[in-house]
């Protein structure tokens, strides 16, 4: 049996769609974490990929549209990276189960969570993010890929850490809003963050 792929399990290698079916928007939703990756336009400028977790805080709302809850960082490159070219790439790996990797390629752009687009957007979550949200992405979908996932290792799943939702409490709005005027004003190569 050595090199050969087990009956049902063969490659989804180069499997590319334009939306999310509702399949496939259901096995997306259900990750327990998943990997943003965004970049600026300059060649100089830094690459970011940052992982998130999810308690429901994604959501696929149709076919081709995709919004997270942004929680606070100690960065804002997401952002930052939006308003300068709005490229983005989700990615999804099965760690449990069948193996699979998912990406969804699109356009984005980042709703301020104080503004009134972020908040028509609120319920579209099964979980609500708390005073930690900073935006919502939502992007655009334009390509979708689905692969095998055969180097993605299997691990369990223990549960989110309570560390974010802690330091959020500790702070409260008025903190909140202090630290993204202080560490998510601008990128690290000082493109705009959040005003």
Same mark, same amino acid.
């Given at each position: ?12 290698? =180069?499997? +590319?769609?334009? +939306? ?5 928007? #259901?096995?997306?939703e ?6 943003v990756?965004? *970049? ?15 308690? =429901? ?9 995709? *919004?997270?809850?942004?929680q ?13 070219? !709005? ?16 990406r969804?390629h =699109? ?10 687009? *972020? *908040?028509?957007?609120?319920g579209?979550?099964a =979980?609500?993010? !708390? ?5 919502v ?18 691990? #369990? ?9 802690? $330091?959020?409490?500790?702070k ?7 630290? $993204?005027?202080?560490?998510n ?7 705009p963050?959040?005003?």
């Amino acid at each position: 049996m050595q090199g050969r792929t087990p009956r049902g399990l063969e490659c989804r290698m =180069g499997r +590319v769609r334009d +939306v999310l079916d509702d399949q496939l928007a #259901r096995w997306v939703e259900s990750q327990p974490v998943f990997f943003v990756a965004t *970049a600026p336009t300059s060649v100089d400028g830094h690459v970011n990929c940052s992982p998130k977790g999810n308690r =429901g805080e994604l959501a696929v709302v149709d076919g081709s549209t995709v *919004a997270y809850l942004d929680q606070t960082g100690s960065g804002t490159e997401t952002i930052a990276h939006l308003g300068d070219n !709005g490229r983005i790439v989700l990615m999804f790996c099965a760690f449990d189960g069948p193996p699979r990797i998912v990406r969804v390629h =699109g356009r984005g752009r980042a709703l301020l969570a104080r503004s009134a687009a *972020a *908040a028509a957007m609120s319920g579209h979550f099964a =979980g609500s993010g !708390g005073v930690g949200v900073r935006s919502v992405i939502v992007v655009d979908v334009e390509r979708v890929s689905d692969s095998c996932g055969y180097g993605v290792p299997l691990m #369990r799943f223990a549960g989110h850490r309570p560390t974010m939702d802690e $330091w959020v409490a500790r702070k409260g709005r008025d903190g909140i809003e202090q630290y $993204w005027k202080e560490k998510n004003a601008s990128s690290i190569d000082g493109l705009p963050g959040i005003p």
